[in-house]
């Protein structure tokens, strides 16, 4: 069975950092693609960032480029997200996501997500 | 960005109904168009990629068309379990965009 599994979410002052982690299992992790999706209460979803099954290959959305940093760990069969200088725009809950297969840029598997909240 | 525009963004309907939610994008995407459902509290969950092809599991009462910019999901009987959020998504280039949601409600 898939699962995804997101720890690390909290809450964060403005200008602070967070890192997201999430736990891989019931498939070949080395082989997939994956994601970040986000949702802020409320509101609909927002993609955030892909990475690539080798990590050669990394995309943002204009959101957070430059503040976010998306990474992988295929041994350890893990994603990562590394928040820096966040706001309280950025304040949602974080789900990880795995992409259908190379070709297919839809989410087959998602995490339960993890709540971050942004807010002094 | 590509955006995407869901209508309606939320309607009522009854049990047994046929419903249609729209989903536009403001340039082609060809067919790389996926569906999704999201119930209050939970993840999303995938009913149709390539704007027609039905994930498995997903019944089928479920059907996704279009291609280009309009596409369309529809339930053709309605049953209680699909009263969701339904979000369109294109994956046709970065950065992949959703739609804005589409709440179905109980009349």
């Known amino acids: 069975e898939v699962q995804l599994v997101e720890s690390g979410g909290g809450l964060v002052k403005p200008g602070g950092s967070l890192r997201l982690s999430c736990a891989a299992s019931?498939?070949?992790?080395?082989?997939?693609?994956m994601n970040w999706v986000r949702q802020a209460p409320g509101k609909g979803l927002e993609w955030v960032s892909s990475i690539s099954s080798s990590s050669i290959y990394s995309y943002y959305a204009d959101s957070v480029k430059g503040r976010f940093t998306i990474s992988r760990d295929n041994a350890k069969r893990s994603l990562f997200l590394q928040m820096n200088s966040l706001r309280a725009e950025d304040t949602a809950v974080y789900y990880c996501?795995?992409?259908?297969?190379?070709?297919?840029?839809?989410?087959?598997?998602w995490g339960q997500g993890t709540l971050v909240t942004v807010s002094s | 960005a590509i955006r995407m525009t869901q209508s309606p963004s939320s309607f009522s309907a009854s049990t047994g109904d046929r419903v249609t939610i729209t989903c536009r994008a403001s340039q082609g995407v060809s067919n790389y168009l996926a569906w999704y459902q999201q119930k209050p509290g939970k993840a999303p969950k995938l009913l149709i990629y390539?704007?027609?092809t039905l994930q498995t599991g997903v019944p089928s009462r479920f059907s996704g068309s279009g291609s280009g910019t309009d596409f369309t999901l529809t339930v053709s009987c309605l049953q209680s379990e699909d009263f969701a959020t339904y979000y369109c998504q294109q994956y046709y280039s970065y950065p992949y965009t959703f739609g804005q949601g589409t709440k179905l409600e109980i009349k």
């Open positions: 996501a795995r992409f259908y297969d190379i070709l297919t840029g839809c989410l087959d598997y």
């Open positions: 019931g498939f070949t992790f080395s082989s997939y693609s």
């Open positions: 390539t704007a027609s």
